[in-house]
Each structure stands twice: as structure tokens, then as C-alpha cells.
């Protein structure tokens, strides 16, 4: 299937920093989506960007549909113990009918508070 | 409230035995989907199912199998031809025409 590279792979920072985090293709998408998972649960819906140089924000997150539609970008402002978990971003292709083979998911980013 | 619901949450299997995870939705989705998740791996798709009684194969469906007799269920049988069935299992659901899915709590799979 096609690839989603999703970095960085893991994140460890201080509780109230900032956080980055993004998606790129050699494909061009049509929407992208954002996921928060915790540890033993099914992936939460965070934001859903549905044209290109879209901006959306969800509170404290802020998320951006590139302007090439190759890519996309999350952040996540003054972080807190509750971010923590496992980001997934996943893109429908611009070339697929919307069939199941359209959604392609990255491999995740963890983030990881410190105290 | 709507949403989907997967069961059991753990399950444990002994080698060689079939399992049969369980996934309702009750959001009118007529798309349903299997995945897997292991550790760096991300989500791998099992299978799907965009209408009742119908499916197809998804990156990694040798050793599983699936059925869609209602809307409203899919049920996955994790058989005892998978070699490493050892995992996190996840169903979602999407509206006919949607692109956002929405997915279950999971069940986590072990054999021993």
C-alpha cells in the first residue's frame, strides 16, 4: 500500500512545551486526518483537514493541510500529562474512489511527558 | 449513544484454536474494517467491508476471515492458520462517502 512518513517516531519532552509533529507523502491527498490513541484504546479522532493550506484548530491543537496536499502537520501547544499517547495521522489519496484502500495511516509518533 | 463497540477487550487463545472477535456499530455505516496494530508497525488493514455481504481483502488477510451479514456487525475470526496472531485489534466504521473513520476500543489478542 502506499506509504504515509510520519515523524519524529518518538518525542520526549517537558510538560508545557510545545510539541510538532507531521505526516509526508510522495502522494497527493485529498484529506488528512489526525488521531490521538492512549495506551490499550482504539484511536480517538483530534482533527480532520479537508483542503489544501487548511488551518483547524481542535483547543490546544492546531493542525495544517499542506499546500503541495503532500503533507500535513500537528501541533500541540503547552502540553500537559494528558497528551500523552500515540499520534496517528492518516491522508484519503486524491486518486482512490474513497474505498477502504484509499486511507493510509502513519506509524505513529509517541509522545512522552517528563515530569 | 452511538458508537462502536468491540468485544471481548482481552482475549486469550491457545494454539491452534479459531477466535471470533466481535464489532457492532449502531452509527448506519455501511463501511466497516479490521485492522492490526503491532508495536512500530501502525495500523495494518485486515479487512473491509463497504456493503452488507460483501468484503475484500485488505494488506494482510492470509489466517483471518470475515463475514457481513448486517449492517451492523463484522465479525473477525482470527483462525488457526495465522502464525503470529499475537496483537492489538481494531475495527472502525465510515459512512457511505466519508472519509473520517471511527474506531472501537480494541481487543487485545494473546495466544499462550
Known amino acids: 500500500g502506499q506509504q504515509l512518513n510520519q515523524s519524529p517516531q518518538s518525542m520526549f519532552i517537558q510538560e508545557g512545551e510545545d510539541v510538532s509533529m507531521n505526516c509526508t507523502s510522495s502522494s497527493i491527498f485529498n484529506t488528512w486526518l489526525w488521531y490521538k490513541q492512549d495506551p490499550g484504546e482504539g484511536p480517538v479522532l483530534l482533527i480532520a483537514?479537508?483542503?489544501?493550506?487548511e488551518l483547524t484548530s481542535n483547543g490546544r491543537l492546531t493542525a495544517q493541510f499542506g499546500i503541495t496536499r503532500k503533507d500535513s502537520f500537528l501541533n500541540i501547544s503547552a502540553s500537559i500529562p494528558s497528551d500523552v499517547g500515540i499520534y496517528f495521522c492518516a491522508g484519503q489519496l486524491a486518486l482512490s474512489g474513497g474505498g477502504a484502500d484509499g486511507l493510509t495511516f502513519g506509524k505513529g509518533t509517541h509522545l512522552i511527558i517528563q515530569p | 449513544d452511538g458508537g462502536i463497540t468491540q468485544s471481548p477487550k482481552y482475549l486469550f487463545r491457545k494454539e491452534g484454536q479459531n477466535v471470533t472477535l466481535s464489532c457492532e456499530q449502531n452509527?448506519?455505516?455501511?463501511?466497516m474494517y479490521w485492522y492490526r496494530q503491532d508495536p512500530g508497525q501502525g495500523l495494518r488493514l485486515i479487512y473491509y467491508s463497504q456493503i452488507v455481504n460483501d468484503f475484500q481483502k485488505g494488506d494482510i488477510a492470509e489466517g483471518y476471515s470475515v463475514s457481513r451479514e448486517k449492517k451492523e456487525s463484522f465479525p473477525l475470526t482470527v483462525t488457526s492458520a495465522q502464525k503470529n496472531p499475537t496483537a492489538f485489534y481494531l475495527c472502525?466504521?465510515?459512512?457511505?462517502?466519508?472519509?473520517?473513520?471511527?474506531f472501537g476500543q480494541g481487543t487485545r489478542l494473546t495466544v499462550v
Open positions: 472502525a466504521s465510515r459512512k457511505t462517502g466519508g472519509t473520517e473513520a471511527f
Open positions: 483537514l479537508y483542503k489544501a493550506g
Open positions: 452509527l448506519n455505516h455501511d463501511a
